[in-house]
């Protein structure tokens, strides 16, 4: 698909959830195995225009995620590469154990796609935000993560896993209007994180739409003083790129910012790489939501309220700055 400025702009105001919609209906036209399922949320996963188009290929399950999963499972038996889709914590916890054994075990031809992940559910509040479910899939081997930082990279995901073969996990963050990281096409690989600015005295580390505010606080830093920020988009978080380890190993000041509890995510797996190379002199800066149940309220409130918002998240860099003179 050929990017512009102009599509970027009209995806990132429809959001993850649709554009995820829009890209399987778009990958689906060639890959003629592609399956889709939904626990009851088939317009919710932005998926009215597939079940319209692929009526003999959608399947709405109902509320039941642990039969969302086995069903699944057992339809890729016959070929097919199912796409399932429900809010995060209910794909995650509620179906665990089929996902541990069903996926994780027997390493059915099933992606889980996990919509409204971290705060962006709102006002729905705890039982439907997305906080744990990385350190969930983490946990069980053979599912791969992917966490997209913009609409087109939720589209450069699908395109990928839906020729990838085996589980897989595609984490949907943020809401309408997100950030824009990409204007034009680019190469994406699952497993190869991607450079999104150079820098060689400050590594930030994120992944999903907060990197877009991560991106805006660095840009204003180094318009007010003369600093050089390295920021990566780790869009997959298992298995975690080489490249991202040697990162770490060549930077004193590592900083991760997610939309993600700070147990279990890429704050975690930053903490696991220092301490298994022994790494020392190393400050990391753990930038994620509080382990605790959170208030609810509109994404823009949560978001500045657990200091995820562009502004807080300048105000914490410079505030690294100081304590490392820089």
Known sequence: MLLTKNLSRQWCRIGPRGIYGQSLLEVAKGEKDIFAISADLGNS?????????????????????????????????????VFISSFAPFITMRACEQVRLNLGYMKSNVKIVAIGSGLSMGFLGNSHFGLEDISIIRSIPNIPIICPCDCFEVYKAVEALSKYQGPAFLRLTGAPPTSIIYTEDYEFNIGESITIKEGNQILILSHGTILGNALKAVKKIEEEISCSFHLENVHTLNPIDEKVVNLIKNFSLIISIEEHSLIGGLSSIVSEIITNANLNNIRHVKIGLPPKFLKSGSYEQLMNEYDLSSDKIYKRLIEELKTKNY
Request: proline letters at 3%.
């Open 45 to 81: 996963s932005g998926l009215d225009r597939y079940k319209h188009t692929f009526p003999e290929r959608f399947l709405n399950i109902g509320i039941a995620e642990q039969n969302l999963v086995g069903f699944a499972s057992g339809l890729s038996t016959l070929g097919f590469n």
